[in-house]
């Protein structure tokens, strides 16, 4: 067979039917031979055959004048537990139900021209249904689970298999990008390979910080062209969040060295040549979805004039997903108390985080690939150390690190993890979970390191371990009812140390601003988002085939 193929779930079926039929045929067998083999010893007894009951009865009498049983009856464990239970089984072989049963099969089988000594008897019958239901018993705790199982291994081959679509992505990405050198190195040419790639980047999220680092590995130098809101608005209706809080987002990402505001959504060959010119541009790059308005492919020009190269979506996260997991968030989402605790294990939520909604596979290697050119502080350098749930990574988020980061010479960012996030915050929160917004922190070029599932209180042992020199924390939080809390619990050591410093946020940017706009234009989103995650499920039908049943990976 192929290395990796996937193991048919269903090869060993007809074996545990078997064995199902065969346990089955055995039980029956066993119980019909210890009943025979009571009715023989008892038939050779004068008297009539005792109950169970009475045969017990008796050989307790101490009269002696109980009749005497054949050892092998009870010398036998089998055959005594088959008489023990011979009270009931006569209760039911007696029974009107029983009886009324026997009658109508025999009534059939008689017309039928069975013999009157083949006919069913209420013993046989009883015995029949009591091995029916000890098989169908003992099948459930067998195999009862069968297909729980089955579904688990193709979990995990599925999981296998998208990994090793995503390594393989990634190969042909490597060597399209050695191409490219070989190319420029061909012509002579010793400069830097200059890559170009734009796009809306409206509410930008981890996959698109992947794209920049997926289109910054086929150059030395990646320059990002942010769509304005008026071209934005023309071809797709208006972005969430406006351009000075998208500009925000793609500078602050460690993948992009520079960025072109105001770029036009559709592409034409003036602007084309504009953008190769003023910026010595090599290659204009976007993802391997299709991207038509009007009909038309935005990058016709620039595919005409053989300076464009496509990369691999990062699938499993949307715009679309992002937005449609908010609108479904509730409207009482806020449910923090003063009183709330790390220690704190009641639960506030009666719903599940909406972070468990996400569909991206966050790989080991998916993380190295993100902590490219992170290190560890050098000696003498000044450790900065923020924390926070940082939920839908936003401008907000980036403008505070930018902040804390010139507070000192290395920032540690520390990520709380989701059932934290969830405790503080309250209902279905966080809307990412752990593994995105590691990946969004990951991405900021002010974040020197991430501490993943963060613990809530700050103690002297942590700050040691991490040579912290000073704790900061911004006075615009996500959450409602946490930019007035009193911090003396959380950061108790810090503030007792003289190492506790409350930043004045530059931006009053929350996800409260975003929910807001969503909840003002409700309606246009939800009709946004149907129309889009139509387009989404083609692309990936195209992609993998119908088969794939939009599962994305």
Known sequence: PMRGAARCPYSYEWLETAAAVAAAALVAAI?????????????????????????????????????????????????????????????????GPVGRAVESINAVLGRAGVPDRSLLTEDELVLSLVAVIMTLVAYFLLFGKRHVRTRNMLAEELIAAQQQVQNLEEALLAAKAQDIQSAAAAKGRKRE???????????????????????ASLGTKLIVGVNSDAS?????????????????????????????????????EKYLAYII?????????????????????????????????SIPRTEGVSTTDIVGRMLTMTTDHHL???????????????????????????????????????????????????????DMF???????LKKAKACGDYLIVGVHGDSLVNRVRGSNLPLMNVHERTLSLMGCQYVDDVLIDAPYRITPEMVASLNIAEVVHGTTCDD????????????????????????????????????????????????????KKLAEQEYYNDKYGASSNGFKI
């Open 193 to 215: 390979v200059r890559i170009f790639m734009d796009g809306a980047f409206d509410m930008m999220h981890y996959g698109h910080m992947n794209a920049f680092r997926k289109a």
């Open 336 to 390: 923090t108390t003063d009183e709330t605790t790390e220690d704190d294990l009641s639960v506030i939520s009666t719903e599940r985080p909406l972070c468990e909604q996400s569909k991206f596979l966050t790989t080991s290697r998916m993380v190295r690939l993100f902590s490219q050119g992170m290190k560890a502080p050098e000696k003498g350098m000044r450790v900065i150390y923020m924390d926070g749930a940082f």
């Open 232 to 268: 934005i608005t023309e071809c797709k209706g208006a972005p969430l969040t406006n351009d000075q809080e998208r500009l925000t987002m793609v500078s602050g990402c460690k993948f992009v060295d520079e960025v072109v505001p105001g770029c036009p959504y559709v592409m034409n």
């Open 277 to 309: 010119e003023k910026f010595s541009i090599d290659y204009v790059v976007h993802g391997d979805d299709p991207c038509i308005v009007d009909g038309k492919d935005v990058y016709a020009a620039a595919k005409e004039a053989g300076k464009y190269q």
């Open 31 to 95: 119980l019909f031979s210890a009943v025979s083999a009571v009715e023989a010893d008892e038939s050779s007894l004068d008297v009539p055959p005792p109950t169970a009951a009475e045969a017990c009865a008796a050989s307790a009498d101490p009269t002696g004048n109980a009749r005497p049983l054949n050892v092998s009856v009870f010398g036998n464990p089998l055959c005594f537990m088959v008489v023990s239970s011979d009270s009931f089984l006569e209760y039911l072989s007696r029974s």
């Open 480 to 531: 409602d009812g946490e930019g007035g809390r009193n911090y003396d619990d959380r950061y108790a050591y810090p503030k007792e140390a003289g190492i506790f410093t409350v930043l004045d946020s530059p931006s009053s940017f929350n996800i409260s601003t975003i929910m807001k706009r969503i909840q003002e234009n409700q309606q246009r989103f939800k009709a946004k988002i149907k129309k």
């Open 394 to 400: 936003h401008a907000g988020h980036v403008s505070i």
